[in-house]
């Protein structure tokens, strides 16, 4: 396992529309170790392999209250089935985003299904922070950052924000 640079905007990667994956094999899995490791050390909660410069539609995620054990979900092909009318907002961030933090307005529950792990496929309905989790990270698959939700001064705010960040630092 190995920890990966994670790219921030306004990097062109991150609007790339990623490709499905064949097959999980043990390649798939080496990548989600990798993806849950940098997720790990960040530290953040959902992590799309776009985010680390693999435009494949791979996404892990670890939603369990800080204190708990680990409880890490892993998702190959992920697609939206489903969602109810109802919708809830949410106050979201982004690792590709760092230290901007903003609403944004989605479903309450959709029902997804994706590949797991071993590659077996699971259906099920996702609610709560689930549901915004895993919609959040199915956007990067398609290139899409939860600022992109916002207005357009707001997103050019959070750009702005990081590129300077990214200046300080580097000065
Ligand atoms: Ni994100």
Same mark, same amino acid.
């Given at each position: *396992? ?8 306004? /990097? ?5 529309? !990623? ?7 043990? &390649? %798939? ?9 940098? *997720?790990?050390?960040?530290? =953040?909660? =959902?992590?799309? @392999?776009?985010?680390? =410069? ?6 892990? +995620?670890?939603? !369990? ?11 190959? $092909?992920?697609?939206?089935? &489903? %969602?109810?009318?109802? %919708? ?7 690792? !590709?985003?760092? /230290?901007?933090?903003? %609403? ?13 792990? $071993? ?6 309905? @996702?609610? =709560? +922070? ?7 990270? +199915? ?11 916002? !207005? ?20």
């Amino acid at each position: *396992m190995a920890i990966r640079p994670i790219l921030t905007v306004p /990097d062109p990667i991150l609007k790339q529309v !990623s490709k499905p994956v064949a097959a999980v094999t043990d &390649e %798939t899995r080496a990548l989600m170790d990798d993806m849950l490791e940098t *997720m790990y050390a960040a530290p =953040g909660i =959902g992590l799309a @392999a776009v985010q680390i =410069g693999e435009p494949v539609r791979v996404i892990v +995620m670890d939603i !369990s209250p800080e204190d708990g054990p680990r409880a890490p979900r892993y998702f190959v $092909n992920p697609e939206i089935l &489903e %969602t109810v009318d109802e %919708t809830q907002p949410y106050e979201e961030g982004c690792l !590709s985003v760092p /230290d901007y933090y903003d %609403t944004v307005e989605r479903p309450a529950k959709a029902k997804i299904r994706y590949l797991d792990y $071993n590659g077996r496929e699971v259906v099920e309905w @996702a609610e =709560g +922070m689930y549901a915004v989790c895993i919609q959040h990270e +199915m956007d990067h698959l398609d290139g899409t950052l939860f600022i992109d939700h916002l !207005s357009r001064l707001k997103r050019q705010f959070a750009i702005n924000k990081v590129k300077k960040a990214r200046r300080a630092a580097a000065a």
